[in-house]
């Protein structure tokens, strides 16, 4: 007889908080898999697996083959501040899958971009112009700004189980408590069944569990200078954005990080090796060495409240 479903919710979140305790990774989604799968009389080695490939080899082989087109992909950033970082890495992503779609299609249908209310006032909302210069079709791409989270959480499953998008975004700022891990595996098994992907966009959220496959952090880097074709840099430009990203959730023991270049012509991946310096030749410093200490007793320094008393003069 098949657990009711708070018991396996329960069994999920404590496989997962023992794993994160002996920093192995965690089960949980296996176990949700081979328990749904069990249920439905089907089998793990007969299912096909939709993947979506980046292109990197050392990362396409970190998570699989690609990233899953019929599951939940996580990407969260630290800090509010760095809610570019992990905005700009989903729509790339976005934007890899949509070129893929346009190949096998004429008319692709577009990208939903679900966000709550709360994370839009800080992180602020797509621009059609942005989206065009970072490799999306505006026209392609529709956005939702539900008031209430739990608006915002019945619309990203509407979309996936209805099929019609071939991605749906869902963007939330931190841990609220409305979005757990049994909303969270209600939106996996939705996007199973409709075999369409759902990213999870995470702003200044911390690591916790849920039925995505895979976890990235995603944070800025500093990016290249603009090449020119005769292969010299272009003093002062800004070249394509760069994402540092580290692969929190996946089969490997430890976390893995990557520094990946995002070009919106080509609309695809290229890795940036660590050592390289954004910086050009001119532009860095002759003699590198640990830089002068601040002085001290500035006068731009603030004073301490209670140190001085102004009393006026008795006489």
Known sequence: MAQPAVMRERLFALRETIAKLEGKPAPALAAAES???????????????????????????????????????EVRSDLLREAGAGSG????????????????????????????????????????????DFGLKPDQFFYASPRKLEDALWLAEAAVESGVFPATVLEIRGNPKPFDLTESRRLSLRAKASK???????QAGEEEASSAYFRFLAAPAPAQARPLPDGTMLGGSIGNPVFHLTLEKSRNPAPLSFLLEWNSHDR????????????????????????????????????????????????
């Open 35 to 73: 328990e749904a799968l069990a249920d439905k009389g089907l089998s793990a080695k007969n299912e096909s697996v939709l993947r979506l490939p980046l292109g990197i080899p050392t990362l396409d082989e970190a998570i699989d083959g690609g990233l899953p087109l019929d599951g939940i992909t």
């Open 89 to 132: 890495f989903v729509l790339a992503l976005a934007a890899i899958l949509q070129r893929q779609v346009e190949e096998s299609h004429s008319a692709p249908p577009p990208i939903l971009w679900i966000a709550d209310m709360v994370s839009t006032m800080e992180a602020g909302v797509p621009y059609a112009v942005g989206l065009r």
């Open 196 to 202: 369409r992907p759902l990213f999870l966009l995470r």
């Open 268 to 315: 695809r991946f290229f890795a940036v090796s660590r050592s390289a310096n954004p910086r050009l030749p001119d532009e860095r410093a002759a003699h590198s060495g640990t830089p002068l200490s601040a002085s001290s007793n500035r006068p731009d320094i603030k004073k301490e409240m209670g140190a001085l008393l102004a009393f006026a003069r008795s006489s």
